[in-house]
């Protein structure tokens, strides 16, 4: 008799897709992007103008028929919560709730100047987000990049530009838009500590913060609207008005 053998056969299951919508309007230059498995499909900014507010939603919308998704294909949001623009955060926190509230799809928030330093390809240097608050200060933070993971030197500050430096002894990248205003300051205070070239690991910051929300899926998603507040780090201008008059 003559045996009959079978040749073993291997299934594999399709991946999962995890697409998820990052967003960050934190800065006049904000950004959307779509993500599929800790993958950048798609990201854009919104041109730097102050008036994105009222093309945020079309560019979304934009972004997701480019990659040919809808937003019921989506498996949740990313969006930076601050610190940063008072009225950008407030932008993007209300387009986030209506997203939510229409899909269901759960969300996360993240630290903006944790999504910065993550545009940035790690290295045996200091990363420094710096963006501009106004007043002479920055919104700043210090992370260190060793062996591919991002890890904090310092909390959320809102500091001049000089205090900043006094923090830094050895070669710093910086990234934001607080380098339009104070790129001359950091360059003659910290000299060969100021890293004239930056590594950019992604073009967005809304990319990075669709990364680390990947990341950390699990625990840092949910539906619960009302846990999500805005990071301001400084007192806003109605509120120290407020303050002073009573």
Known sequence: MIG???????????????????????????SVALLDNNRIISESTLGGSKAYSHSILEEVDTLLKRAETKLKDLEGFAITNG???????????????????????????????????????PGSYLICPVLDARKKEVYTALFNSNNHIYQRKTHDQ??????????????TVFVGNGLEVYKNTFIS????????NTPMKNLTVAASAGLIASRNLKKSFNYNLDSLTINYTRPSEAELNYTASK
């Open 4 to 30: 009959t053998f079978y040749n073993p056969i291997t299934i594999v299951a399709p991946l999962k897709t995890m697409k998820i919508l990052g967003i960050d309007t934190s800065s006049p230059a904000g």
């Open 83 to 121: 610190p940063g623009s008072f009225t950008g955060l407030r932008v993007g926190i209300s387009l986030l709730k209506g997203l939510v509230m229409a899909t269901e799809k759960p969300f996360a928030a993240v630290n903006t100047l944790d999504a910065y330093a993550e545009t940035v390809k």
């Open 158 to 171: 809102a500091i001049t530009p000089a205090r900043l430096c006094d923090q830094i002894n050895q070669p």
């Open 189 to 196: 205070r910290l000299k060969e500590n100021y890293m004239h």
